[in-house]
C-alpha cells in the first residue's frame, strides 16, 4: 500500500512562491505518474498537474498554466510543484496521488489520499 506526504506548503504573499513536495513509500514510483489536486474552502478537489512516469510529459489545468511546474526525483520516490505567481485563488490544501495510466489521474477517483498540505496566498 502506497503512503504519500506532502509537504512544503505555508503562508505566502499574492505573486510570490512555493515548492511543495510528495515523498511516496511503499512503492516505487519509477513506473507510475504522479499528479498534483488541491482543494478549496467549501470547494471540490480539483485536478492541477501531472507528469509522466519518466518525468517526459507534463499536463496542466488552465488554471495553473505556466505558473506551476511538476517536476520528479525518482531516485528520491518524490514528486515536486513549484509554484510562481501565486494568487489568492490558489489557496487550498494541496494534495498528491500516483496512478500506473497517466490520464487515469484525472478522475480523481482513489481511495486513499494522503493528509495534504496547506497553502495559503495572502492579497
Known amino acids: 500500500q502506497v503512503q504519500l506526504v506532502e509537504s512544503g506548503g505555508g503562508l505566502v504573499q499574492a505573486g510570490g512562491s512555493l515548492r511543495l513536495s510528495c515523498a511516496a513509500s511503499g512503492r516505487t514510483l519509477s513506473s507510475y505518474a504522479m499528479g498534483w489536486f488541491r482543494q478549496a474552502p467549501g470547494k471540490k478537489r480539483e485536478f492541477v498537474a501531472a507528469?509522466?512516469?519518466?518525468?517526459?510529459?507534463?499536463y496542466y489545468s488552465d488554471s495553473v498554466k505556466g505558473r506551476f511546474t511538476i517536476s520528479r526525483d525518482n531516485a528520491k520516490n518524490t514528486v515536486y510543484l513549484q509554484m510562481n505567481s501565486l494568487k489568492p485563488e490558489d489557496t487550498a490544501v494541496y494534495y498528491c496521488n500516483t496512478d500506473i495510466n497517466f490520464w487515469r489521474l484525472l478522475t480523481q477517483k482513489y481511495d486513499y489520499w494522503g493528509q495534504g498540505t496547506q497553502v495559503t496566498v495572502s492579497s
Open positions: 507528469v509522466t512516469a519518466s518525468g517526459g510529459s507534463t
